[in-house]
């Protein structure tokens, strides 16, 4: 079995955000809730190059984007948005917002995952 390069979860009260970049160098962000006996996760493929975009409102330079994916039936819609102190990621229901010193964790992490994920070794 593989493992993955990467794997971090920002949890709060009552949802987590986890960032994977698996062997395979795909990355994935996965929104949980957490359910009777185990979470609840909602995974979601992401670019290279919608990673450069979220990183451009990490950094201030984009109030907000949106994504829509579409893969076999479903469809997902990914809407993030940063003010001065909030950053937040949403699809459909689910939401996560992130602190400061988190925002630096994901933005630092998005960075290695974008450059992992075009250099082969």
């Known amino acids: 079995m593989q493992k ?11 949802n987590c955000l986890k960032i994977t970049l698996n062997y395979k160098l795909e990355c994935y962000f996965e929104f949980g809730t957490p359910g ?5 996760w909602k995974p979601v493929k992401f670019s290279d190059m919608e ?10 330079v984009k109030p ?15 809407w993030i948005n940063k003010t001065d102190t909030f950053f937040s990621i949403k699809v459909k229901e689910l939401s996560k917002g992130l602190n400061p010193g988190e925002q630096v ?3 630092e992490l998005l960075k290695h995952i974008i450059v ?3 250099i082969t070794i």
């Open 116 to 118: 992992r994920m075009n």
């Open 105 to 107: 964790v994901l933005r």
């Open 4 to 14: 993955n390069h990467i794997q971090k979860a920002f949890f709060g009260k009552d």
């Open 64 to 78: 907000k984007i949106s994504f829509f994916h579409k893969y076999k039936e479903g469809q997902t819609q990914i």
């Open 51 to 60: 990673l450069g975009e979220i990183l451009l409102v990490l950094e201030g």
């Open 36 to 40: 009777k006996e185990s979470w609840n």
